[in-house]
């Protein structure tokens, strides 16, 4: 079962424009990750926030995690072609990492 | 550091033949994973393994999935016989320590299989 679901679906921008993606689950959790995947591709790791942090970054990556809505958010800043790829949320209960639906992002250059 | 190596990186078989994919995780990591994703989904976990041993495989089709994690290093996944809802592509992960202990998950370029 899947316990992450991704908002939006799908995404397109223009490069230099910033992208939102959200994600929302239903148990609690020890931490939340945050993946990417480029097509045909496996699955990098971006970031990852504790259940008792609020917000972290890493270089254009900006991640807010709110524990009472059970929601995060991924902001990836002055976006670039490069950027365009799926973006996917997992969430670490106490004994294993369960993703989400995905966000596909597409930058326009 | 070199990554989580799979293969074949390709596999074309038809329904009801066998099928077998192999994964050598990163030198040290105690902990493997298999996961499957659907065209269009997430992954989902298949398989867990904790050096050798098996710590989740409850989403794993047992009746069809297989697999074993050789001297806790190796690792192979089988299906047999393959139904044409196993085309999928078969992600194989691992991390250094086990989940719950917030570790990031190192995956391989998958194998993807069409069941024909």
């Known amino acids: 079962s899947q316990q992450g679901e991704e908002d939006p679906q799908a995404l397109s921008i223009q490069e230099g424009e910033n992208a939102t993606m959200n994600c929302s689950y239903k148990?609690?959790?020890?931490?939340l990750q945050w993946y990417r995947q480029n097509s045909g591709r496996g699955l990098v790791h971006l970031i990852l926030i504790r259940s008792n942090e609020r917000e972290k970054h890493s270089g254009r990556l900006r991640v807010t995690l709110d524990t009472s809505k059970k929601s995060s958010s991924l902001l990836i800043t002055a976006s670039r072609a490069a950027d365009t790829a799926s973006y996917f949320c997992?969430?670490?209960?106490?004994?294993?990492?369960?993703f989400g639906t995905g966000t596909r992002l597409q930058v326009f250059p | 550091e070199a990554g989580v190596a799979q293969s074949p990186r390709y596999k074309i078989i038809e329904k009801r033949q066998s099928v077998a994919f192999w994964c050598n995780p990163i030198?040290?990591?105690?902990?493997l994973y298999w996961y499957q994703q659907i065209l269009g989904q997430g992954p989902k976990l298949l398989i867990q393994f904790q050096n050798n041993g098996v710590v989740d495989d409850s989403q794993l089709p047992k009746d069809r999935f297989s697999a074993e994690r050789l001297k806790g290093v190796d690792s192979t996944l089988k299906i047999q016989p393959a139904k044409l809802e196993d085309s999928a592509v078969y992600l194989c992960a691992s991390s250094l320590g086990h989940t719950g202990t917030n570790e990031k998950l190192l995956f391989g370029s998958g194998t993807q299989l069409s069941v024909l």
């Open positions: 030198s040290g990591h105690a902990t």
């Open positions: 997992a969430t670490e209960g106490t004994d294993k990492l369960i």
């Open positions: 148990t609690s959790i020890n931490n």
